[in-house]
């Protein structure tokens, strides 16, 4: 069987509709029974999906955050389901350090540490919710 999960469910459809005809009855039978769990569970998940959407499409800060390269639906309105209001951060660079993206906000001492992709993590997430 190819791989893939259009190739699964392909199988699972063609199962479901007889296409077993070399199966041992009790192998189909409980092929049959992961087919089905395994459609209906496609489905409730196409459907989980459709609702977080719907979601990003009310919420302004999902919206915004949809608009950064690499963050979709899911992972927007994860982000804003975790961090809620960012106004409670003082810079980009804290909300960062929250997440866990780049080190603690702590003195140096006066020495720059930091490396050029933390700098365009923190200015993505300061202009994300700046402007707001």
């Not at 979601?55 to 639906?73: E, F, K, Q």
């Amino acid at each position: 069987m190819p791989i893939g999960i259009e190739a699964v469910t392909a199988f699972a459809k063609r199962h479901l509709d007889g296409d077993n005809s070399d199966m041992p009855e009790i192998a189909s039978g409980m092929l049959g029974i992961r087919c089905y769990q395994f459609i209906g569970l496609n489905a409730r998940i196409e459907g989980y999906s459709k609702m977080i959407e719907q979601h990003v499409l009310l919420n302004a800060d999902a919206r915004r955050l949809t608009r950064m390269p690499g963050i979709g639906s899911i992972t927007a309105s994860a982000i804003v389901a975790t961090i809620g209001d960012a106004k409670q951060f003082r810079t980009g660079r804290d909300l960062a350090a929250w997440l866990g993206l780049i080190p603690l906000n702590k003195p140096s001492g006066g020495k720059e540490r930091l490396g050029k992709i933390t700098r365009r993590v923190t200015a993505i997430f300061a202009n994300c919710w700046s402007s707001a």
